[in-house]
């Protein structure tokens, strides 16, 4: 199998399963890490040291809060800041767009543009509380404007939250005042995530209970989760630059074996690890079929089997024919160039055959 779905979810470092291990183990690693004794403490620093790791990915001035998953992160910021009035780009993540449409909020829905991209003077409503843009579109790999979008937030008096699940790790933090992750989009374990909050903030809790992670989380932390998410954030950090070059190498190479297919989306402000790529007429599904040994997407895992049109690609202007003959091709880290090449080949090969 080939797998290029990298942005659906990413292979386990080994160096974050190494980690996770102490805290899995027959001996007291399975202590809760919120008692008092030995082991209790034991686990709570094993907390805290991932912590500190995990903090490296965003601006300093803040405090990192444990999540189950960005999904939650989002959630929390959004309920937490307790706006009435908010505005979002029209391509993020149903994490946000659901969030934000839910309590009877007024939203504002800011468009992209034809490449996928929210305009850096993008006018926000008066009475706004929150503004709410992705770092990188996990569908088609955009980069979006998000400092000058922080800035044009203060402006109108609103906080700014970002959505950095596609690029934590992998570009600079943004300039925000929430900042939400996954750990297991940077080759950290899933069922972890984070919310970064900037100092001077204040947040309402999501989940109640015991007053776990300062208040604002209840329930019992796993430390094996933290330790994971804290070695793999602390891998990608290190490994930033290697990383970079070589998804770089391999998008060179899948555009050059797929130069007749169409890009969606800037070919310029993206993340180069997301390949969105459509060809007039393509039978998604069958192609799926024909090359069933590789990975790769339609869209977005999250919305997979919905039978509707991307709301990305929609977003971009493209009809629903077009938004349906899309593919995601997704890579990283732990993918080869021979991987890339003989995917690519494969995937071309049976795209033309549907024409003939």
Same mark, same amino acid.
């Given at each position: 199998?080939?797998?290029?779905?990298?942005?659906?979810?990413?292979? *386990?470092?080994?160096?974050?399963?190494?980690?996770?291990?102490?805290?899995?183990?027959?001996?007291?690693?399975?202590?809760?890490?919120?008692?008092?004794?030995?082991?209790?403490?034991?686990?709570?620093?094993?907390?805290?040291?991932?912590?500190?790791?995990?903090?490296?990915?965003?601006?300093?001035?803040?405090?990192?809060?444990?999540?189950?998953?960005?999904?939650?992160?989002?959630?929390?910021?959004?309920?937490?800041?307790?706006?009435?009035?908010?505005?979002?780009?029209? +391509?993020?993540?149903?994490?946000?767009?659901?969030?934000?449409?839910?309590?009877?909020?007024?939203?504002?829905?800011?468009?992209?543009?034809?490449?996928?991209?929210?305009?850096?003077?993008?006018? +926000?409503?008066?009475?706004?509380?929150?503004?709410?843009?992705?770092?990188?579109?996990?569908?088609?790999?955009?980069?979006?404007?998000?400092?000058?979008?922080?800035?044009?937030?203060?402006?109108?008096?609103? *906080?700014?939250?970002?959505?950095?699940?596609?690029?934590?790790?992998?570009?600079?933090?943004?300039?925000?005042?929430?900042?939400?992750?996954?750990?297991?989009?940077?080759?950290?374990?899933?069922? +972890?995530?984070?919310?970064?909050? %900037?100092?001077?903030?204040?947040?309402?809790?999501?989940?109640?209970?015991?007053?776990?992670?300062?208040?604002?989380?209840?329930?019992?932390?796993?430390?094996? *989760?933290?330790?994971?998410?804290?070695?793999?954030?602390?891998?990608?950090?290190?490994? %930033?630059?290697?990383?970079?070059?070589?998804?770089?190498?391999?998008?060179?190479?899948? %555009?050059?074996?797929?130069?007749?297919?169409?890009?969606?989306?800037?070919?310029?402000?993206?993340?180069?690890?997301?390949?969105?790529?459509?060809?007039?007429? *393509?039978?998604?599904?069958?192609?799926?079929?024909?090359?069933?040994?590789?990975?790769?997407?339609?869209?977005?895992?999250?919305?997979?089997?919905?039978?509707?049109?991307?709301?990305?690609?929609?977003?971009?202007?493209?009809?629903?024919?077009?938004?349906?003959?899309?593919?995601?091709?997704?890579?990283?880290?732990?993918?080869?160039?021979?991987?890339?090449?003989?995917?690519?080949?494969?995937?071309?090969?049976?795209?033309?055959?549907?024409?003939?």
């Amino acid at each position: 199998m080939i797998y290029l779905d990298y942005q659906a979810t990413t292979p *386990l470092a080994p160096e974050a399963r190494a980690a996770m291990l102490r805290w899995l183990g027959d001996d007291d690693g399975f202590a809760n890490p919120h008692s008092p004794h030995r082991p209790g403490r034991a686990a709570a620093a094993a907390v805290e040291a991932a912590r500190a790791e995990v903090a490296g990915l965003f601006p300093p001035g803040g405090r990192v809060i444990f999540t189950s998953g960005a999904t939650e992160a989002l959630n929390l910021a959004i309920h937490g800041v307790g706006a009435a009035q908010v505005a979002v780009s029209a +391509i993020e993540h149903a994490a946000v767009l659901d969030t934000a449409f839910a309590g009877g909020r007024r939203v504002q829905v800011l468009p992209v543009d034809p490449h996928g991209l929210v305009a850096a003077d993008a006018w +926000i409503q008066a009475g706004t509380g929150l503004v709410a843009v992705m770092q990188v579109n996990n569908e088609i790999g955009t980069i979006q404007p998000v400092d000058a979008l922080a800035a044009a937030a203060r402006d109108a008096g609103a *906080l700014f939250l970002c959505d950095a699940v596609q690029g934590a790790g992998k570009l600079a933090p943004p300039d925000a005042d929430l900042i939400a992750v996954s750990a297991h989009k940077l080759h950290g374990p899933k069922g +972890i995530g984070a919310l970064w909050v %900037r100092d001077g903030i204040d947040l309402q809790p999501l989940v109640h209970g015991g007053g776990q992670e300062q208040g604002l989380r209840s329930g019992t932390l796993s430390p094996a *989760l933290c330790a994971g998410f804290g070695a793999a954030a602390k891998l990608a950090l290190a490994r %930033r630059g290697e990383d970079t070059a070589h998804v770089e190498a391999l998008w060179a190479k899948a %555009r050059d074996i797929l130069a007749d297919w169409t890009l969606n989306g800037s070919a310029e402000q993206r993340w180069h690890g997301n390949l969105n790529l459509r060809r007039p007429g *393509l039978d998604v599904a069958r192609l799926m079929s024909e090359c069933r040994d590789i990975a790769f997407s339609a869209g977005s895992a999250c919305a997979s089997g919905s039978g509707r049109p991307s709301h990305v690609l929609s977003a971009i202007g493209l009809e629903p024919g077009a938004a349906k003959s899309s593919v995601r091709l997704g890579f990283g880290r732990y993918t080869s160039l021979r991987d890339i090449e003989d995917a690519c080949v494969r995937l071309n090969e049976a795209a033309l055959s549907q024409e003939h």
